[in-house]
């Protein structure tokens, strides 16, 4: 399902849920909520970030948000990038647990863009980035008019496969020393979706559901 508020470019600003999973636009007020989580999951999240001056610390925070998030809004208006805050819904708020961007958006002839991510370790296994990224790639390929994703993603991050495997994206490419990670120049594995390859499933998110009903 989704909600849109007045349209800067194509299919944003967007907010997009099933069931508890939420993905939202970040605001300024999630500084101390996205600071609080990325600090707390260093050991999980530093070997696949790219690589960065600063501390870990001082990149992530409050004040260092500030600039994540100006960049953000600069990208979603000029129609280059969707950047969702992924939040778990609960009784009493709405509980920031991770990141989706859909970035480096070309359009015209092209109309593709990557997708990058990433959980709160306390809730990874649980189905909530699968869950996002079904939303996502459903929104661009609707709303958001792109024609194909892309996801790239180190040989070694096996959870960060997991979920691009479990959704059913091609392996369809292997770059070598493709972005500089966590010190050096890491080599990505390339996968791939376009927007015919789900059509008939009436979209990722619906494929997305099959899958973990068959597997229960």
Known sequence: MSLFGPARAPGWPAVLVDGPVLLRPYRRSDAAAWSEVRRANRAWLAPWESSLPGSWD????????????RDQRRSAREGEGMPFAVCLREADRDRLVGHLNV??????AFCSGYVGYWVDAGVAGQGVIPTALALAVDHAFGPGGLHR???????????????VEKLGFREESYHVRYMHIDGAWRDHIGYAMTSEEIAAEGGLLARWHRVRAAAR
């Open 58 to 69: 001082e990149l992530n925070s409050p004040a260092a948000f500030r600039w994540v998030h």
């Open 149 to 163: 994703v892309e996801v790239n993603i180190r040989p070694e991050n096996r959870p960060s496969r997991r979920v």
């Open 103 to 108: 970035g480096s958006i070309v359009r015209r």
